[in-house]
């Protein structure tokens, strides 16, 4: 046992009139210090937990704010929106049209279930060279998310854009990836064409549904 007095004393004569004293068991101490580091420790844990999400949330803010995305090296959907927005009004000071493509990986999903996450990677970080290869330059290629991806094809028709489509078609099927042990990677490819008037808004949404009719020409095409 641990154990403290201390005298109680009448103020008037000084005289010791008792003793007031307590008692601590070791096994008491035992269990209040368990308590006091269980606290320390989980204080310590949430502590570090918030730090860390802090930190990731800075990390993540600073490569937006760079404008590439970090796997492909390419431009970030928040610098394609930026880009777009300049070409078209460039675009309107020249009278040109400019087409723009957006395109995804066929069969992605079954890739990464298939080989794995860290291979679906390495696929995306092929398709954004190929994308560079074909149009010779990063600066009109983008990820616009996910395996999602874009082209700005600028003072181009649709009809001019047909060749550039098979470029990157080739391109992309001649993507070597040992571990995918022969298979060959396709893209379906959306494109829609800017003219006068056409908002930007719509332009995407145009391009997404010749994607989307793409998609469909794909699957049933390989049922």
């Not at 606290?39 to 937006?64: S, Y």
């Not at 470029?167 to 800017?194: F, H, N, P, Y």
Request: proline fraction near 1%; glycine fraction near 6%.
């Amino acid at each position: 046992y641990l154990s403290a007095y201390a005298p109680i004393i009448d103020q008037r004569d000084q005289h010791i009139v008792g003793l007031v004293g307590v008692d601590y068991s070791e096994d008491f101490l035992k269990e209040q210090y368990s308590n006091f580091t269980w606290v320390l420790n989980t204080t310590f844990a949430l502590f570090t937990l918030m730090l860390t999400f802090a930190l990731h949330i800075l990390i993540v803010t600073i490569h937006d704010r760079s404008g590439i995305d970090d796997l492909t090296k390419l431009g970030n959907k928040r610098t394609f929106i930026k880009t777009l927005r300049m070409v078209q009004s460039e675009a309107k000071k020249r009278n040109q049209n400019f087409v723009l493509c957006l395109l995804d990986v066929d069969d992605f999903k079954i890739i990464n279930d298939t080989y794995g996450h860290p291979v679906g990677d390495v696929v995306l970080k092929h398709f954004g060279q190929a994308l560079v290869k074909a149009t010779n330059t990063s600066k009109v290629c983008f990820r616009y998310g996910g395996d999602e991806f874009a082209v700005i094809l600028t003072a181009t028709t649709l009809l001019q854009a047909q060749a550039v489509k098979e470029t990157i078609q080739d391109e992309i099927a001649s993507i070597t990836i040992s571990e995918l042990k022969g298979r060959v990677l396709s893209a379906s490819i959306g494109m829609a064409e800017w003219i006068s008037g056409i908002t930007v808004e719509t332009l995407i949404d145009m391009s997404d549904k010749d994607l989307y009719s793409q998609k469909q020409m794909h699957k049933k095409k390989f049922r």
